[in-house]
Every structure is written in C-alpha cells, then in structure tokens.
C-alpha cells in the first residue's frame, strides 16, 4: 500500500479546516483529461461534507503527454504568491479546454492578480521549484497516473466517482 511521502505541511496547498476528520489530497495535472472530469467531483465533495474534508492539491505536470502542464502549474504557483492559488486552480481547470501560453496571463488578470509581478514570478525559480517537489514528492508517494489521490495519507485506488462514493458509505 503506497502512503503519502511527505506528509501534509504549510508548504501545501489546502483547502478546508486543518481539524477535518478526512484529509483528501490529489496529485493532478492541469491538462490531463480525468483530472479536468474529478474537479467538479471534488467540488461537490467539498461542499456534501464541508468541516469533514481538508483538500490539498499537488502538481504532477505529465510533461510529456501535456505541453501546456508545466507551465499551467507554474501559473497557479506564481498566482499563489499573491494569496490566489485557488482562484487560478479553479480558472484553469475551467478553460482545459483552451490552455495556451497565452491563456495563463489572461486568467491572471480575469482573477485580479498584478499581471506585471505574475509575469516576474512565473520565471522565479522557486516557483518552479514548488512544481518539481510537488512531482517529487508524488513519485516518492507511488503516483503512477493523474489524478492520483491519497485519503488521510494512504492511496485510493480508484477515480473521483468511486472516491465520492466511498466516503459517502463511511458517512452513512
């Protein structure tokens, strides 16, 4: 059984009460296909069990399969540096469908970021080097596909739907 290496810290993305009971967190890239169909899943097991589920997200670019990965993550990386990780999560995953480098700067501006510093720190290396731990840390944990997700540190072997669906037989 693959667990989670490391653990959930202050240098992850998170979403929710860090004394929720469930702690879902999902290796995702931001072009891949099944990551785009498990995000409005993961929003509705957001709002279904609200206080119960803290939600992190870490990158997993596949960039040999997705062009557009890599830099859709250091996007929403560089957006975190003005407090809008989720805001840029969101927008990116809501136009998948027409990711291009162009793209990036338009949602920094729609979410009301200062397009002038986004364009600064989305070359800054430490930025880049959140993406690579991120990845890193996915290879160390077992990741083998996008979306990978763990819950409460060990990993779910199934899709969005089936991840739903468990935790609403537990909940029962």
Known sequence: MSTLKPEVSSKDHVEGSDAASITI??????????????YPIIKEIEQTFGDQIRFVFRHFPL????????????????????????E?????????YRLSDDLFEELAETIGLDVEQFQKDILEEAVKQKVE??????????????????????????GPDELFEMLKESAE
Request: hydrophobic residues 35%; glycine residues 8%.
């Open 63 to 86: 960039q040999e399969a997705h062009e557009f990965a890599f830099p859709a993550a250091l996007a929403a990386e560089a957006a975190a540096l003005q407090d809008k990780f989720w």
């Open 133 to 158: 731990d991120d990845f890193e840390s996915g290879v160390r944990s077992g990741v083998n596909g996008t979306p990978s997700f763990y819950v409460n540190g060990t990993k779910f072997d199934g």
């Open 25 to 38: 967190v999902e290796y995702g890239d931001y072009q891949c296909p099944h990551c785009a169909h498990a």
């Open 88 to 96: 840029m999560h969101e927008a990116i995953y809501e136009n998948q």
